[in-house]
């Protein structure tokens, strides 16, 4: 069973920051594209930033420039910084392995709130 363990949500300040992290573990998959996704109440997932194995990155364009993902050294791990949050930054943020349409080989978290309010 691979699992994905993602932790850094919280409560935050308009304009604060956070580091959200995610840890895979498990057996039977490879190392491959890492990304973080976000889904709002009512709202459907959607992508928020992907990097790959070789450190090519990927940004919505409402979070380019304030948000930053990057892999740590054993490429098992990914981060998301986020700097100047905005209200609507607020959903749940999920960490995924392989991509989201890898089917069988695509792997998430169980995600981690943040919520951005005064």
């Known amino acids: ?5 993602e932790s850094g949500g919280g409560l935050v300040q308009p ?3 956070l580091r959200l ?8 998959f490879s190392i491959n594209t890492m990304g973080w996704y976000r889904q ?7 992508l928020v930033a992907t990097i790959t194995t070789g450190g090519s990155t990927n940004y919505a364009v409402a ?3 304030r948000f930053t993902i990057s892999r740590g ?4 791990t990914v981060y998301l910084q ?7 930054d607020t959903a749940v943020y999920y960490c995924n392995l392989g991509g989201p349409y890898a089917g069988r080989n695509s792997y998430w978290g169980q ?8």
């Open 1 to 5: 069973q691979v699992q994905l363990v």
């Open 15 to 17: 304009g604060g920051s």
């Open 21 to 28: 992290s995610c840890a895979a573990s498990g057996s039977g």
């Open 40 to 46: 709002a109440p009512g709202k459907q997932r959607e």
């Open 63 to 65: 979070v380019k420039g």
């Open 73 to 76: 050294n054993a490429q098992n």
């Open 82 to 88: 986020m700097n100047s949050l905005k209200p609507e």
């Open 111 to 118: 995600g981690t709130q943040v919520t951005v309010s005064s």
